[in-house]
């Protein structure tokens, strides 16, 4: 079992928006506006796309966006593309003793 | 550029022991962490532990602790994980990354490695 929890999937069709939900505790997500998101494509290494909860690095487009309410962050893709199929996965600062975690991904399918 | 070289996919029996590497270049070495990250087959990521080359501060996951070794080599800019008697359930792709950015977080990677398979089987 994962420390923090996302859907196993969710999907949308192309130009839709659909948001990603990483719910936590108050030790990891809750306590610390340190969440990072990934994106994967099979056979690749992950990708950055947002960290420190709602932060972009350059060359990420503007239709990924990070939020955060109590112990759940959330990623929403906007404009849904094609391209965005992928496994998501969520990441938090979790204090001094466990560190970070991942959630256990969640796979968007473009329909 | 930033960039971090894995060593090559690795066949082994349970019992023996392994390192693979990863090899840094285009940034300040030692003034960075760089942590490991595993992925199982058709699963999830999953924090390992990091280490800051500097001064070889090493943290590991609770998960993790004691079953794997973090080290680096400052004078070849080298990254290690290691195992000193693999089991079967050590089967995964292991992915080295660093995070050259502004977050302070330990789960912030904005560069990775390539990523090693790493099988083991009688």
């Known amino acids: 079992q994962s420390a923090l929890t996302q859907p196993r999937s969710v999907s949308g069709s192309p130009g839709q928006s659909v948001t990603i939900s990483c719910t936590g505790t108050?030790?990891?997500?809750?306590?610390?506006?340190?969440v990072t998101w990934y994106q994967q494509n099979p056979g690749n290494a992950p990708k950055l796309i947002i960290y420190?909860?709602?932060k972009r690095p350059s060359g990420v487009p503007d239709r990924f966006s990070g939020s955060k309410s109590g112990n759940t962050a959330s990623l929403t893709i906007s404009g849904l593309q094609a391209e965005d199929e992928a496994d998501y996965y969520c990441?938090?600062?979790?204090?001094?003793?466990?560190?970070?975690?991942f959630g256990g991904g969640t796979k968007v399918t473009v329909l | 550029e930033v960039q971090l070289v894995q060593s090559g996919a690795e066949v082994n029996k349970p019992g023996e022991s392994l390192k693979i590497s990863c090899k840094s270049s285009?940034?300040?070495?030692?003034?960075?962490?760089i942590g490991w990250v595993r992925q199982m087959p058709g699963k999830g990521l999953e924090w390992m532990g990091i280490i800051y080359p500097g001064d070889s501060d090493t943290r590991y996951s609770p998960s993790f602790q004691g079953q794997v070794t973090i080290s680096a080599d400052k004078s070849i800019r080298t990254a290690y994980l290691q195992w000193s008697s693999l089991v079967a359930s050590d089967t995964a792709v292991y992915y080295c990354a660093m995070g050259l950015g502004a977050s302070g977080s330990l789960g912030y990677f904005d560069h990775w490695g390539q990523g090693t398979l790493v099988t083991v089987s009688s």
């Open positions: 420190d909860v709602n």
């Open positions: 285009g940034y300040s070495f030692n003034s960075y962490w």
């Open positions: 990441c938090s600062y979790a204090g001094t003793y466990t560190l970070a975690v």
């Open positions: 108050g030790s990891d997500v809750g306590a610390y506006n340190y």
